[in-house]
Nanobody, 113 residues
Framework: QVQLVESGGGLVQPGGSLRLSCAASGIFFGFYAMDWYRQAPGKQRERVATITTGGSTNYADSVKGRFTISRDNAKSTVYLQMNSLKPEDTAVYYC???????WGQGTQVTVSS
């Protein structure tokens, strides 16, 4: 079956950095564009970044210039490098193969001093 395992979250001070990973199995990873989403308490899940099968990227305005999405098809893994983190980035982060209902358990990111 399809599994998505997100990791790399944690507690970080404002201005800090984290690198999230999402390892996929049970799908042909290279066929899918991949999204990173996040959901903060009391808020709807929002798309943060997308990477296509060809490596083109797209970002939400709120993270543009601070976050970078990348992928390693050989490892069936998508990454999210997050720099200059702000308290408003606090959320559970999820990866998602575009146009599928596959979700992992998410990884918690908390930005606080």
């Amino acid at each position: 079956q399809v599994q998505l395992v997100e990791s790399g979250g944690g507690l970080v001070q404002p201005g800090g950095s984290l690198r999230l990973s999402c390892a996929a199995s049970g799908i042909f990873f290279g066929f899918y564009a991949m999204d990173w989403y996040r959901q903060a308490p009391g808020k709807q899940r929002e798309r943060v970044a997308t990477i296509t099968t060809g490596g083109s990227t797209n970002y939400a305005d709120s993270v543009k210039g601070r976050f970078t999405i990348s992928r390693d098809n050989a490892k069936s893994t998508v990454y999210l490098q997050m720099n200059s983190l702000k308290p408003e980035d606090t959320a559970v982060y999820y990866c998602n193969p575009v146009n599928t209902r596959y979700w992992g358990q998410g990884t918690q990111v908390t930005v606080s001093s």
